[in-house]
């Protein structure tokens, strides 16, 4: 996946969390951010990068995530993957 995809996917989690008013607080606590947040950094990958982070802590979040968005499930992983920091380590 390229990263402009990536960033792509990353923003519909972004509107996705934003309109989710049960786990957008969650968030907010979890990353310090706050609502003004969300718009003035949506274009940084690595803001990005921590929404996708955020979602995929969960597998309840990403299965309500990639449904809500006629995504795969594999979607926001892969995404996650094509940000920056989203190397996987393989420590064998």
Same mark, same amino acid.
Request: glycine content about 10%.
């Given at each position: 996946m390229r990263q402009d995809e990536a960033e792509t996917i990353a923003l519909r989690a972004l509107g996705w969390l934003a309109g989710n008013e049960e786990?957008?607080?969650v968030f907010?606590? $979890?990353? @310090?951010? &706050?609502?003004?947040?969300l718009r003035a950094r949506a274009a940084?990958?690595?803001?990005l990068a921590s929404v996708l982070d955020f979602i995929l802590m969960d597998d309840a979040w990403?299965?309500?995530? $990639?449904? @809500?968005? &006629?995504?795969?499930g594999a979607a926001a992983m892969q995404a996650r993957a094509a940000l920056p920091g989203g190397?996987?380590?393989?420590?064998?």
């Amino acid at each position: 996946m390229r990263q402009d995809e990536a960033e792509t996917i990353a923003l519909r989690a972004l509107g996705w969390l934003a309109g989710n008013e049960e786990l957008l607080p969650v968030f907010l606590g $979890a990353t @310090g951010a &706050g609502a003004e947040d969300l718009r003035a950094r949506a274009a940084e990958p690595a803001f990005l990068a921590s929404v996708l982070d955020f979602i995929l802590m969960d597998d309840a979040w990403v299965i309500a995530f $990639a449904d @809500g968005e &006629g995504l795969s499930g594999a979607a926001a992983m892969q995404a996650r993957a094509a940000l920056p920091g989203g190397a996987v380590m393989h420590w064998t």
